[in-house]
C-alpha cells in the first residue's frame, strides 16, 4: 500500500487545501489504495484517511448504485473487524472511497478492506437499504456492487501501485 509519493503525484498548480485536489489525476492507474493524509489529534491520536479507488479517474466511474451499496455494506461489515474505522464515505466523482481510520496503518489496512470485501460477496443482503435506515433506501444494488468489489479484489497484487513506472 502506497504513501503518497509527492513527486509523481502533485499537480503543478498552486499546492490546495484539499488533499486529492492536489493528486494528478491523469497519472494515477486504478484500482489502487494509497494513505490520503494524516492528521495527528491533540491527544496523540493518529488520523489516516485512504483512498481507495476502484475506477480510473475521468474514464469510468462507479453507478450510483453500486457505490450507495458499497458504502453501506463496507461500512457495516468493516466494523466487525475493528473498531478503528471513523467512516467509509464515497467520492462525489464515483470512482471510489475513503476510509478515515484511528491509526490503521497501511498494511494492516489492505487486509482490513481484503476480509471486508470478502464479506460483501458473500452478504446476502444490503444493510440499511429501506426507507426507515436510508434517505434513498431504494437506490441499492447487491449485484452492481458485489460486481465491483470481486473486480477490485482480483487486482489485490497491484493495490499499492499508484503511479506505475
Known amino acids: 500500500m502506497s504513501e503518497q509519493n509527492e513527486s509523481h503525484t502533485l499537480t503543478d498548480g498552486p499546492r490546495m487545501n484539499v488533499e486529492s485536489f492536489n493528486l494528478d489525476h491523469t497519472k494515477v492507474r486504478a484500482p ?46 468493516m466494523r466487525n473487524h475493528t473498531d478503528r474505522l471513523i467512516d467509509f464515505s464515497p467520492m ?35 444493510p440499511a437499504a429501506n426507507e426507515v435506515q436510508c434517505g434513498w433506501g431504494a437506490n441499492h444494488s447487491l449485484a452492481e456492487a458485489q460486481e465491483a468489489v470481486r473486480a477490485f479484489l482480483a487486482e489485490r497484487e497491484t493495490w499499492d501501485v499508484v503511479i506505475p513506472d
Open 92 to 126: 462525489g466523482c464515483q470512482t471510489g472511497f475513503y476510509a478515515l481510520t484511528l491509526g490503521v496503518e497501511p498494511q494492516e489496512f489492505a487486509a482490513l478492506l481484503e476480509v471486508t470485501f470478502r464479506d460483501v460477496l458473500e452478504a446476502g443482503q444490503v
Open 32 to 77: 489502487f489504495v494509497r494513505v490520503a493524509d494524516r492528521k495527528r489529534l491533540p491527544g496523540g491520536d493518529e488520523l489516516v484517511k485512504y483512498d481507495v479507488r476502484f475506477c480510473q479517474p475521468n474514464v469510468e466511474h462507479l453507478g450510483m448504485r453500486a457505490v450507495h451499496s458499497i458504502e453501506h455494506l463496507t461500512a457495516e461489515l
